[in-house]
């Protein structure tokens, strides 16, 4: 386990506390085969039960009692033929004594808890499932329809697990840091790869992915590295890259114990900004910047993001592919043809933090619900209030996607505030975001691990051709 026995014991009665009342499940998750059962991908634990049990292993569940305060542990012991081809392992009782739980059961004693309660008139409190076993699961357990189990999900406890886990304690603010140091590591290499003759964004996509195999970790999700920059999610392709053009890498490590890194960086394969390029990239790092001093304590991200969205507006104004003013601009939402996500996201043991509790829940509430109708305003992911110890993404960035230009352009889309025969010249642009994580603290924020890596354009130049 990451942290001490107590750290855990003290996880689980603050969320009983906070429940108050009724029975809580949580199911740690199980292999999930890739091609045939004895072909498994690598196992990755379920983020909420390694936070409150911190065990890594498949095919086990917590009971809390929100009344009695009991804590039951289950789980069946592998058998001869697991230990046969993948070793010994600890026990069951052995993790539940790790973790400060006395209380051992197997996996039928689920039915068994939620019979009773369901006899009884008690709650049981589940969390939304995004896998299919545990929807089937769940399905045997309570009769609730996969179809209705999202909607059926506690709102009390995703209500009290996003309290808890939002703010980093000093021990995950640690492992955080180390997710960033082989971030840093990730995102250096893959600078000077990009101004190498002969790379492909394959290639880079594979090293990255060994350089956290290396170090005992995995990648906290696919990595982005593409020519392409204006797709959001442009995964690597085999072909070589074009000497002249930017290379997007939005990329992240996540440790053993889970805890992830996300950053992102666009560099000339040419080794040098070429002017028009440079037009735009500074705008992005401007925008980087001035999240950085307008995050604190107090401060709502959502008003930082619109702050930025201003600051997008009068320089792209400037460059005469934007027009009018810029308050009503921003308000119409007309920024989001170059900027249509949000200005970032929690991060912590997912790298989109407790996105599958609902995303409404996490980054947001009664005070900074987002506007869904709202193109680019829908894409927000964190709005609330920062807070010391959250942990958040800011990547500002500025994208030409020639469909959505064309939509827009078509439709008449705001017509008013944007030079669409300027922005045309730009079809070809592809697209630059900047990313750090960052961690708020009592005086502002911070960013995360030791060494930063370069992203202003004179760094960026000097950095690839060292």
């Known amino acids: 386990m990451l942290f001490s026995q107590q750290t855990y014991i003290e996880r689980r009665k603050q969320l009983r506390t906070d429940v108050a009342e009724g029975v809580i499940i949580l199911l740690g998750n199980n292999d999930s085969a890739m091609n045939y059962p004895a072909n498994a991908y690598k196992f990755r634990q379920d983020s909420s039960f390694l936070y409150f049990t911190g065990q890594h292993r498949d095919g086990l569940a917590l009971v809390l009692d929100c009344e009695s305060g009991q804590e039951v542990f289950v789980g069946d012991e592998i058998d001869i033929d697991d230990i046969v081809w993948y070793g010994s392992v600890t026990s069951v009782a052995e993790m539940a004594e790790e973790t400060g739980i006395r209380e051992v059961r197997p996996m039928a004693y689920l039915a068994e808890v939620c019979a009773a309660a369901k006899a009884q008139g008690r709650t049981v409190h589940f969390l939304p499932p995004y896998r299919d076993d545990h929807k089937i699961q769940l399905m045997d357990l309570l009769g609730i329809h996969p ?195 949000g200005l970032g996201h929690m991060m912590g043991m997912d790298v989109h933090d407790m996105e599958g509790l609902g995303q409404i829940y996490v980054g947001f509430d009664e005070e900074t619900r987002p506007r869904l109708d709202q193109f680019g305003t829908n894409a927000l992911r964190f709005g609330r209030r920062l807070e010391v110890g959250h942990v958040v993404t800011d990547e500002p960035g500025i994208y030409f996607i020639p469909d959505l230009i064309d939509l827009w352009q078509k439709e008449g889309t705001n017509a008013e505030f944007l030079n669409f025969d300027k922005i045309n010249e730009y079809r070809d642009f592809g697209g630059i975001r900047i990313e750090d994580d960052v961690l708020i603290t009592p005086d502002g924020c911070r960013f995360l691990g030791d060494k930063r890596i370069p992203y202003r354009a004179d760094e960026v130049e000097e950095f690839v051709k060292g």
Request: aromatic letters at 6%; a negative charge.
């Open 147 to 341: 179809a209705e189990q999202k909607a059926a999900a506690s709102l009390k406890l995703i209500h009290a697990i996003v309290k808890q886990r939002s703010i980093k304690s000093a021990e995950e603010i640690a492992e955080l840091e180390r997710a960033s140091e082989i971030g840093y590591d990730m995102h250096t290499t893959a600078m000077r790869l990009a101004v190498q003759p002969g790379m492909s964004e394959a290639y880079i996509g594979g090293i990255l992915d060994g350089i956290a195999a290396s170090r005992g970790s995995i990648v906290s999700f696919q990595s982005i590295v593409s020519m392409h920059g204006e797709i959001l999610h442009g995964y690597p392709s085999p072909r070589a890259l074009e000497p002249g053009r930017l290379l997007l890498v939005d990329c992240g490590a996540e440790t053993r114990e889970h805890y992830c890194s996300d950053h992102t960086r666009t560099t000339p394969i040419s080794g040098r900004f070429t002017q028009k390029q440079r037009d735009i990239y500074d705008i992005v790092v401007d925008c980087h910047d001035l999240a950085l001093t307008h995050a604190k304590p107090g401060v709502k991200y959502f008003d930082v993001h619109l702050d930025v969205c201003r600051l997008m507006t009068e320089r792209l104004k400037a460059l005469g592919l934007m027009k009018g003013d810029t308050e009503e601009a921003v308000q119409a939402g007309a920024h989001a043809l170059f900027l249509p996500h």
